[in-house]
């Protein structure tokens, strides 16, 4: 045998790392080919000419990966080899396997995605190259980069699965094989699996790699608890064994009575669900019962009923343990009955019925649209998902708000709710009202105002339960509130309150701007803004560079948001257009220069929005004499013209005040205002002035007290809805007429 590599007991060789580079890399080609050889032994579902691209593939991927070794020692063309043996598992097609042989090639060696396309096609230089870009992906502690890494790989997903099936095969063998690494790379490369390959795998339903991929991680992050925990399971299987011999022999021996053909399979919980379930209940491991179970695989879906039947005859059920996953899927696709019974010496043992194209999706996922072509509906699975990452990418370009709106979802632990026409909708438990409306359809959530379940009225923020029956009641002229997102749980939900909010600020805030930069130009002398059209081209090019603006639409928008002050672009475009011999208008000029310093350029309607807010400290009124202050980046702030709060900015900021005046119908919307109520401590003194309120048609939003003990006299402080000023100063009349009140005034910052 060469002195460079020795046998290995699977007869593969292993590379001396003392020998000299020429032996090595013979030996190394020859590793590879053992590799490869062994690897065919799983290929036989291909037809022979996808097996020689294969083949082709490989020879391709040894070459270039030639003198590259992994910290094993071994050569590095073995681990391409290792991944694309875990795909030919899932029966990946040829592309697939291709694209996993050359995964790293880009990356390490130098290839371009042209020189792919040249020799293997576009399609397998479309993988490839959307796998190198998540290998150059790096998880750094810093969330941001985080989130961007996270949003390419999933990105990367929903446009392809096979990429992230070939980049979980990658993690999977880089997990096995990573004792060869330093130490202290482990819990970085672990806790990322965990948090996130592990959660991808579960959500796509690859339920045999989600395992093993916890397994592995919980083995690297603490290895002295799993090998702790691995030692106590294996004493506990010899325990065991005879009775779990028991169990299987009673369970074969009925179903053959009743000649049912049934495929019985031994389960065991994995170290990693039991370690967790030690932790979440606060158990020891001798109180850790359900360590066994079985899994029985039966011809059809009315077997699987009939099989629960025969289980709960042999052995007593335990209540509130019974699970039909058949009538009602998880969202992962998986779809089997679960139950659990009290065997023999009291233990509890689940078992899990299911068909054999159920099992396959079970251990298989999204994987067994290729293991078990002949399920149609499998193309279906979890392409519900997958079609919603590119929906919320397509609302949120921000990367650590698209982490924020779907890492929710990559740990769904499902309720089951329906809709008033018995349909069945899979929610992550929490879920509110609002999830499940949108979860409908995007504008019923947009115009949700209330909701009946089973019947009741409930708030907009009521968590739901599996088996609750939801009704959505919605108004066309009801939009989304940015409260919302203090309490949606779902990313599809999140991501649509947050699109709507940006659109209408953005819509709002354009308006405004547009009102701002008129104004600012008739006061430069310029009747109306110029078109922007291929005559003024030119004109609006310079302002957008000088503004570093990158349409007309943007520069409206940053004049309406305060972030472009609205004198300085039409000083601008005046200096431009005398550049053209245009002069201002005289007339226009004088107008502007002697018109009434209060004339208002603003038209309040009531509207509290993006571009508009109404100052909490004062909480202005119409009626009220009001003042507007620009902000820097947040739109217009209206104050009461007395506000002490407002006097301040005024001195500091004079010329980001802009005059403002009520609409003539505002008042027939409703504005917040403060009551401050001092009261006399008697017994009804509350009921009595929240009666005095609703005679006076004050809707209560919200009371105040301070806490503190009982004392002759109590301050009230209440946020109510009112009309106008009349509306406010007539229900204060009312109040002081009360016997026990001392004292009824708005709230409003003198000092």
């Known amino acids: 045998m060469n002195a460079a590599f020795t046998s290995k007991k699977d007869d593969i060789p292993t590379l001396s790392p003392d020998a000299p580079l020429e032996e090595r890399l013979e030996a190394a080609a020859r590793v590879s080919a053992a590799h490869f050889e062994r690897m065919l032994g799983y290929l036989s579902y291909l037809p022979p000419a996808d097996i020689e691209l294969v083949r082709q593939a490989w020879q391709y991927a040894d ?67 959307g796998l190198t870009k998540l290998d150059k992906l790096h998880f750094n502690t810093r969330e941001e980069s985080q989130a961007e890494s996270f949003r390419k790989m999933l990105l ?30 482990w ?26 991929l ?83 695989i039966v011809p059809t879906v009315t077997d699987c009923y009939t099989a629960l039947g025969i289980l709960h005859q042999l052995y007593k059920p335990v209540p509130g343990k019974f699970k039909d996953h058949i009538a009602i899927a998880k969202a992962n696709g998986y779809q089997s009955l679960h139950t659990m019974l009290v065997g ?29 072509k002949s399920q149609d509906k499998q193309e279906a699975v979890n392409t519900k998902w997958l079609q919603s990452l590119l929906d919320i990418q397509t609302e949120t370009k921000d990367a650590t708000e698209f982490w924020d ?122 009747a109306e803004i110029p078109q922007d059209n291929e005559a003024n081209q030119a004109l609006w090019q310079s302002v957008l560079n000088t503004s570093n603006s990158k349409s007309r639409e943007d520069l409206l928008t940053d004049i309406g948001m305060g972030r472009q002050a609205a004198g300085w672009v039409a000083r601008h475009f005046m200096a431009q257009l005398a550049k053209q011999g245009m002069r201002p208008n005289a007339v226009l000029l004088s107008q502007e220069r002697f ?30 004499a009001v003042v507007a202050y620009l902000g820097r980046g947040d739109g217009l702030h209206v104050h009461d013209a007395h506000c002490a709060n407002a006097k301040r900015l005024h001195a500091t900021d004079a010329e980001r005040f802009i005059p403002v005046e009520w609409a003539e119908d505002a008042s027939q919307k409703l504005y917040d205002s403060g009551l401050s109520i001092t009261i006399n401590n008697q017994k009804g003194v509350l009921a009595r002035v929240a009666s005095e309120m609703a005679e006076a048609n004050l809707d209560i939003r919200r009371l105040e007290m301070d806490d503190e003990a009982a004392m002759q006299t109590t301050e009230l402080r209440f946020i109510v809805s009112v009309h106008d000023r009349q509306h406010v100063d007539a229900a204060l009349r009312s109040l002081r007429r009360i016997p026990t009140v001392v004292r009824a005034t708005r709230i409003m910052p003198l000092k």
């Open 405 to 526: 709106n779907v890492k929710v979802d990559l740990y769904p632990d499902s309720i089951y709710v329906f809709t008033p026409k018995s349909k069945i909708l899979a929610m992550p438990r929490g879920a509110t009202v609002v999830d499940f409306a949108y979860a409908i359809h995007s504008s019923i959530g947009h115009h949700t105002v209330s909701a009946l379940i089973n019947g009741e009225p409930n708030s907009l923020r009521t968590e739901l339960k599996s088996g609750d029956v939801v009704q959505i009641i919605t108004d066309d002229n009801a939009n989304p509130n940015p409260a919302w997102l203090s309490f949606v749980k779902t990313g599809r939900a999140r991501s649509k309150i947050r699109n709507y909010l940006k659109t209408a600020a953005i819509s709002e805030s354009m308006l405004l701007g547009e009102k701002l930069l008129q104004q600012a130009l008739r006061e430069e002398g310029i």
């Open 156 to 185: 990367a997903m929903a446009k392809d699965v096979r990429v992230i099936l070939i980049k979980l095969a990658d993690r999977t063998h880089n997990m096995r094989t990573m004792g060869d690494m330093p130490r202290s790379k």
């Open 214 to 296: 916890q397994d592995l991680s919980f083995q690297y992050q603490h290895p002295w608890r799993y090998q702790t925990l691995d030692k106590a399971i294996s004493k506990s299987r010899a325990r065991r064994h005879d009775l779990v011999q028991r169990v299987q022999n009673e369970i074969a021996a009925e179903f053959e009575r009743v000649s049912m053909p049934v495929r019985l399979a031994g389960r065991e919980s994995t170290l990693f669900s039991l370690y967790q379930k030690m932790i979440r209940h606060h158990l020891t491991f001798a109180q850790v019962t359900d360590i066994y179970g079985f899994r029985i």
């Open 63 to 129: 070459k270039a990966h030639t003198n590259q070794w992994r910290s094993s020692g071994d050569p590095y063309i073995t681990h391409p080899i290792a991944v694309t043996t875990i795909c030919a598992h899932w029966k990946l097609d040829a592309p697939a396997l291709m694209a996993a042989l050359l995964h790293d090639a880009m990356e390490d060696c130098g290839i371009t995605k042209q020189d792919l396309v040249e020799r293997f096609g576009e399609t397998v230089a479309d993988l490839v190259d």
């Open 595 to 624: 018109a009434s310093k209060d004339r208002s350029t603003v038209t309040l309607d009531g509207k509290s929005n993006a571009s508009v807010h109404y100052a909490p400290c004062c909480r202005p009124v119409p009626g009220d």
């Open 187 to 212: 819990n970085r490369i672990a806790s990322e699996t965990l948090d996130i390959y592990a959660p991808i795998a579960h959500r796509l339903g690859l339920n045999q790699t989600y395992r093993e």
């Open 344 to 372: 023999p010496s009291g233990v509890n043992i689940e078992f899990q019925i299911r068909t054999e194209p159920m099992h396959i999706v079970a251990e298989a996922g999204i994987a067994a649209h290729w293991l078990y």
